[in-house]
Structure formats: C-alpha cells, structure tokens
C-alpha cells in the first residue's frame, strides 16, 4: 500500500471488513455506501475517494479474502500432490460451510461474467497440486496437466454453489467431489498417487453409501 500512512491502512482494512460483513448480510447487491459508511465508521466521502465507486470497493473485498485464503492454502507444506490436491478441496468445503451466508451471497458475482479473476484464483491452486504430481513423475506421458487442471476444477465447483449446497448436504457434496476427482485422476496417473487415488475412491464409495440417512 504504497502511500498509505498505517492509520490509513487500518480505515482500509476496516472498510473491506465491512463490506464483507454487509455483504454476508444483505447479498452482494444490498449492500449501500451510505450503510458501509456508517458500519465502517467514515464519511461517505472518504468510500469514494479511496475506491471511486462501490463496485470497485466491493470486488477489493471479495477478491482480497480470495487472494488471502489460497495464498494461505497454497503455503501449506506437504509432501504429495494428490494430498495437497485433497487438502484444498476440505480446506474450501470446510471454509465455505463455516462462512455459508457469505459465500450464499457471492453466488450472483461468482456467476457472473465479471468472476474471471476468482475463477483464476481458485484454479491456479488446483493446477499447483497437479503441477506437484507432475513433478514427481506420477502421470502418464500424454497428460496435458492444463487441461485436467480445468477439469478438476469444473468437477470441485459445486462446492462453491450455494443453490446446490441448499438441496445437497456439504458433507454429501464434498464426499460426490473427492469420489469424481479420484476416479478421473486415476485413470492418467501411477505410483502413490494411483495408489492414493484408489484408496480415497473406495473410501469415498464406502462413504457415500451411508449418507442416506442425510438427505
């Protein structure tokens, strides 16, 4: 924050927290400047001239709790692609079901034709752990790890669906997703990660079908 005084940094801080928190409340299209000025504690004015206009103000909140949350999943240390693979997909399915009112409320931006950044952000993570199985020599030759990466995204993308997480338990969902990306992946890999694949997909067939009792 090039220019920002540490009292300015604060107020920023601040005011992306308020907004975040109005959004969790009211939906991403309820929130108001006049309301995010009064939770945030400044004067309208001070909203404009340091974002120009609430849209800008709100995507900086969203995509930094993005940027924040898989640089933190991405520093995590472990040893194995296929378990970092795993850890990401509990990681949001648990960060998700434990902020599901903020997460119900993004469903309209995420959707949208502006979330090209989001989805960058979530799928740059998921290729790491491809990119980590790669580098350990684990995949078949003709695996374009590009192309699984957005497959592998596509099939964990329902867990950020709130209109599916209201008719679909996340336990279910997250179960349905770790079952579909082992049975992919370990069709074009070898060695521990077809191994762990195959373990994590008998594990989740296993699961799955004692979930009845859920729905």
């Known amino acids: 924050m ?4 540490e009292r300015q940094i604060r107020r920023r801080e601040d005011i992306l927290a308020a907004a975040r928190k109005l ?18 504690g400044v004067a309208p004015k001070t909203l404009y001239h340091q974002f120009e ?30 378990d970092r693979l795993f850890y990401i997909i509990d990681t949001v399915a648990s960060t998700t079901k434990e902020n599901r009112a903020y997460a119900k409320a993004l469903t309209p931006l995420l959707a949208s034709g502006q979330s090209e950044t989001f989805n960058l952000i979530r ?9 980590q199985i790669a580098d350990e020599g684990d995949f078949l030759d003709w695996v374009n790890v590009g192309v699984l990466s957005a497959l592998v995204y596509r099939q964990v993308n329902p867990i950020y669906i709130s209109s599916w997480m209201a008719k679909t338990p996340m336990e279910v969902s997250t179960i349905v997703v770790k079952l579909d990306v082992s049975l992919i992946l370990a069709s074009v890999t070898k060695g521990y990660t077809h191994k762990r694949l195959m373990d994590m997909s008998q594990e989740m067939s296993r699961k799955l079908a004692g979930t009845h009792h859920l729905f």
Not at 23 to 40: C, F, P, Q, T
Not at 54 to 78: C, G, P
Not at 123 to 131: D, G, I, Q, V
């Open 123 to 131: 799928m740059n993570t998921y290729r790491k752990a491809l990119e």
């Open 2 to 5: 090039r220019g920002l005084t």
């Open 23 to 40: 959004i969790a409340e009211r939906g991403y299209e309820g929130v108001n400047m006049r309301d995010l000025a009064r939770e945030s």
């Open 53 to 82: 206009n609430k849209e800008n103000l709100l995507r900086t909140a969203v995509e930094e709790r993005f940027r924040y949350l898989y640089q933190a999943i991405d520093s995590a240390e472990i040893d194995r692609g296929v």
